[in-house]
């Protein structure tokens, strides 16, 4: 598929109105059908401000979680949730749900620019063991207060889609 420039985005949604058929644009700018289902949807309900023209929008781990839980658990289905929260690909919202089942069911923010961290000491190979007991704990107390930091915030997230449907 090749990338359309904000104006191919514009001439496909006129084109469409105009009543030129999915077929004929989808030969013309060389894109998937789907493509512009997808795009004239979006540009219906959101208008051509959703088009973007210079910077990537940065989605949080609360945005992700929300349209996830929506797929997954309210049982609505990616394409009008992305439509919904104004994706610029459908495709976006199914690598989100497909990443989080990979990693367990939880959110994992891809990290861009250098690494600050500090290099992980690799185990030692003449470990005794009483330093094998304590590392193994120390990692042991780690995972524990990662699963209880989880386990929080799916509790907070529960919290307040209780609160958005008890406005409803």
């Known amino acids: 598929m090749s990338k359309l420039s904000y104006e191919d985005k514009i001439n496909i949604y006129n084109e469409k109105k105009e009543g030129i058929s999915i077929g ?3 030969s013309k700018y060389k894109v998937r059908k789907c493509v512009i289902n997808y795009l004239t949807a979006l540009i219906e309900k959101h208008g051509y401000d959703i088009l973007r023209t210079r910077q990537n929008k940065v989605h949080t781990i609360f945005e992700k979680q929300e349209a996830i839980d929506r797929v997954l658990i309210n049982g609505e289905s990616v394409w009008s949730v992305a439509i ?3 994706l610029l690909s ?4 199914q690598n989100w ?6 990693n367990g069911y939880n959110i994992v923010e891809r990290k861009r620019g250098r690494s600050t961290m500090t290099k992980v000491p690799k185990k030692k190979e003449n470990e005794t063991k009483d330093e094998k007991i304590e590392r193994l704990e120390k990692e042991n ?6 699963l209880e930091y989880s386990k929080k915030l799916r509790a907070v997230v529960q919290a307040r889609k209780n609160r958005q449907q008890k406005k409803k």
């Open 24 to 26: 004929r644009l989808s």
């Open 84 to 86: 919904d929260l104004g």
């Open 90 to 93: 459908y495709g976006m919202l």
């Open 97 to 102: 749900i497909k990443k989080y089942k990979e």
């Open 141 to 146: 107390e780690y995972l524990k207060a990662e």
